[in-house]
């Protein structure tokens, strides 16, 4: 017995020096913030906290920043990227941007975000306006709309941008809250890779799921129609403009086979009053790896936000509570 107890001992501490040995060298690894799943695991250690609402799931903490994916990410008082929130001056717009982690900006500084562009030209056009990032990563439509009137009404905006990417019409799952997927990287890394082993992948795939996930009767979309006839309904009671950008799926903009799902977006848009800019013209023929932040990220770079706000200007420059918005 006390052999076997002794060999039973052996392999447990064999095992745990093991486990610990793999944590540490991935540690050593990932500090080099190359690493997209890991860096999208720190964001969600670091910059946000668990929600009692099961609308939201989780939300920004307040007033904190991080680096990630070497790159500095600051949230103010209320949870958006950027600094400080300030009193609007009379006659300024107050255009905020809501979404997930496109909107946030992910893997590109924050002077460079679509948010902080868009802000510059409209100043430099001669245009009071101040443009503000709500956007939070890993939110789907559901979310960031029920957290705008959860938290963020008291900003008050002229104008509201929904900017909108394919995967805002999925029904997301509740956070599972395991204990060693949020503090081992050991343990995240075997879950990712176990789900990439047993997920399909390829375009066809891809092309495959969003058709499931916009099907009429698929939960997701039902509840982001609704979410979205619930913001446009707020906005047209106080007349705040409203606008919605359609972001394309950046793997493949030379042969694009993702355009129904920006067709049934238009739709949606026309129905609930939303002023949409497609913004797939200004991405089409371009390489993934001119627009990847970087390799294995399909977030849009520095180059993909300089191009959403050129789509985006020529439509939200105009005012639209004085006329017609030119696209």
């Given at each position: 017995m006390k052999q076997a107890a002794s060999a039973l001992a052996l392999v447990i501490?064999?095992?745990?020096?093991?486990?610990?040995?793999?944590?540490?060298?991935?540690r050593v690894k990932n500090s080099s913030m190359k690493s997209y799943d890991i860096e999208m695991w720190r964001y969600a250690k670091e910059l946000k906290r668990r929600s009692d609402d099961p609308d939201l799931g989780f939300d920004h903490v307040r007033s904190k920043s991080a680096l990630l994916q070497s790159v500095d990410v600051r949230l103010n008082e209320l949870g958006l990227r950027g600094g400080p929130l300030?009193?609007?001056?009379?006659?300024?717009?107050?255009?905020?941007?809501?979404g997930g982690s496109i909107a946030?900006?992910?893997?590109?500084?924050e002077k460079e975000t679509v948010e902080a562009r868009l802000e510059t030209m409209l100043r430099g056009a001669g245009v009071k306006a101040s443009v503000l990032n709500a956007g939070v990563g890993n939110y789907n439509a559901v979310r960031y709309v029920t957290r705008f009137f959860k938290e963020l009404t008291e900003i008050d905006p002229t104008d509201i941008v929904v900017l909108f990417f394919l995967r805002d019409a999925e029904d997301l799952p509740p956070d599972?809250?395991?204990?060693?997927?949020r503090t081992s990287e050991l343990a995240v890394t075997l879950w990712i890779a176990y789900h990439r082993l047993l997920d399909r992948s390829g375009e066809a795939a891809l092309v495959d799921h969003y058709?499931?996930?916009?099907?009429?009767?698929?939960?997701?979309?039902v509840r982001m129609k609704e979410k979205l006839k619930e913001l446009a309904g707020f906005a047209r009671a106080r007349k705040i403009n409203c606008f919605l950008a359609m972001m394309p799926?950046?793997?493949n903009v030379v042969d694009y086979r993702?355009?129904?799902?920006?067709?049934?977006?238009?739709?949606?848009?026309?129905e609930y009053g939303y002023e949409y800019v497609d913004l797939l013209s200004a991405f089409a023929g371009r390489k993934p790896q001119d627009l990847f932040a970087m390799p294995g990220d399909p977030h849009p770079n520095a180059l993909g936000h300089q191009l959403m706000a050129e789509a985006i200007f020529p439509v939200i420059s105009q005012d639209a509570k004085g006329g017609e918005t030119s696209r």
């Amino acid at each position: 017995m006390k052999q076997a107890a002794s060999a039973l001992a052996l392999v447990i501490a064999s095992v745990v020096i093991s486990l610990l040995s793999a944590e540490f060298v991935l540690r050593v690894k990932n500090s080099s913030m190359k690493s997209y799943d890991i860096e999208m695991w720190r964001y969600a250690k670091e910059l946000k906290r668990r929600s009692d609402d099961p609308d939201l799931g989780f939300d920004h903490v307040r007033s904190k920043s991080a680096l990630l994916q070497s790159v500095d990410v600051r949230l103010n008082e209320l949870g958006l990227r950027g600094g400080p929130l300030r009193p609007p001056t009379p006659g300024e717009r107050r255009i905020l941007f809501l979404g997930g982690s496109i909107a946030l900006g992910w893997g590109v500084a924050e002077k460079e975000t679509v948010e902080a562009r868009l802000e510059t030209m409209l100043r430099g056009a001669g245009v009071k306006a101040s443009v503000l990032n709500a956007g939070v990563g890993n939110y789907n439509a559901v979310r960031y709309v029920t957290r705008f009137f959860k938290e963020l009404t008291e900003i008050d905006p002229t104008d509201i941008v929904v900017l909108f990417f394919l995967r805002d019409a999925e029904d997301l799952p509740p956070d599972s809250g395991n204990f060693a997927l949020r503090t081992s990287e050991l343990a995240v890394t075997l879950w990712i890779a176990y789900h990439r082993l047993l997920d399909r992948s390829g375009e066809a795939a891809l092309v495959d799921h969003y058709r499931q996930a916009y099907r009429p009767d698929a939960p997701g979309f039902v509840r982001m129609k609704e979410k979205l006839k619930e913001l446009a309904g707020f906005a047209r009671a106080r007349k705040i403009n409203c606008f919605l950008a359609m972001m394309p799926d950046i793997h493949n903009v030379v042969d694009y086979r993702l355009g129904f799902v920006h067709d049934l977006m238009r739709g949606v848009a026309a129905e609930y009053g939303y002023e949409y800019v497609d913004l797939l013209s200004a991405f089409a023929g371009r390489k993934p790896q001119d627009l990847f932040a970087m390799p294995g990220d399909p977030h849009p770079n520095a180059l993909g936000h300089q191009l959403m706000a050129e789509a985006i200007f020529p439509v939200i420059s105009q005012d639209a509570k004085g006329g017609e918005t030119s696209r």
